[in-house]
């Protein structure tokens, strides 16, 4: 799927969002959504994404659920978007399922179309990690797969998605798409950092996945970012897998509480 951005990221306030529309056609408004967002006040970079039919990175698509990930400039350009934007208008008009989060970036490593677009939240020299750090954790993942590599990257997807449902730390998971094949991510949510630490380096297979994109240099660029979630509203899949794990009114590690949740 094509992407745009507007800059880096001078802020911390990042959002996803998550919707499902009835049918195939809502895969119009990848085109019509974009000269609306270049024109949206305070939005420092975003991409619309398609998603896969599994929890990770998959082969196939979901032409009916479609994403958007944007970092804004602080917590009033978000809501601005939220209240006023003709898109969130339409998703509570016609998606039949949206789902919304806001993200406070604590680590994020490498870069997206050579931009680096999460800026963690700073804090004071000798301060102690704040306490939502031992809540839940949202990670994503995004890597542009050498078309050469491209093969051996998919036949690795079912093994590492088999291992990704089986963790029961994870509290949902989708693979995220914004070129067909070729750049691919995954968004997931976690009870905590130490399932998400679990994940990555217990599990054998993802463990010999991981080795193997090394050692074959499969990525032509790659990012690692993880988030601590603190306000969510709507559903996925039926629910709101936040649900009793973030307060809607909490505002952003360092910031004041949001005006509204995301």
């Given at each position: ?130 306490p939502a750090a031992a809540g839940p954790v949202a990670v ?29 730390s994870c509290i949902a998971s989708v693979g995220l798409g ?85």
């Open positions: 799927m094509d992407a745009t951005s507007r800059g880096t990221n001078g802020g911390s306030v990042v959002t996803f969002h998550l919707q499902r529309y009835e049918d195939r056609g809502a895969m119009r408004h990848m085109a019509f959504d974009r000269p609306v967002l270049r024109r949206t006040g305070g939005l420092l970079f975003w991409r619309l994404l398609g998603t896969g039919r599994g929890a990770s990175m998959t082969f196939g698509a979901d032409l009916r659920r479609w994403a958007l990930l944007a970092v804004w400039r602080d917590e009033r350009a978000a809501e601005e978007f939220l209240t006023r934007s003709p898109i969130p208008a339409r998703w509570r008009r016609e998606a039949v399922e949206t789902w919304d989060v806001r993200l406070a970036p604590i680590s994020s490593r490498g870069r997206w179309k050579g931009v680096e677009p999460f800026t963690p939240v700073p804090r004071p020299p000798g301060h102690a990690p704040s994503l993942t995004r890597a542009s797969i050498r078309p050469s590599r491209l093969t051996a990257f998919y036949r690795s997807v079912p093994t590492v998605d088999r291992w990704l449902r089986a963790q029961e914004e070129w067909p094949l070729a750049r691919q991510a995954t968004f997931s949510l976690w009870r905590d950092a130490a399932a998400v630490r679990a994940f990555a380096y217990a599990g054998r297979e993802h463990r010999e996945v991981v080795e193997r994109v090394r050692a074959h240099d499969w990525y032509s660029e790659e990012l690692f970012a993880r988030f601590i979630p603190y306000a969510s509203a709507g559903t996925w899949g039926g629910a709101d897998p936040l649900a009793g794990l973030v307060s809607p009114g909490q505002g952003a590690p360092g910031q004041g509480a949001p005006s509204g949740s995301a």
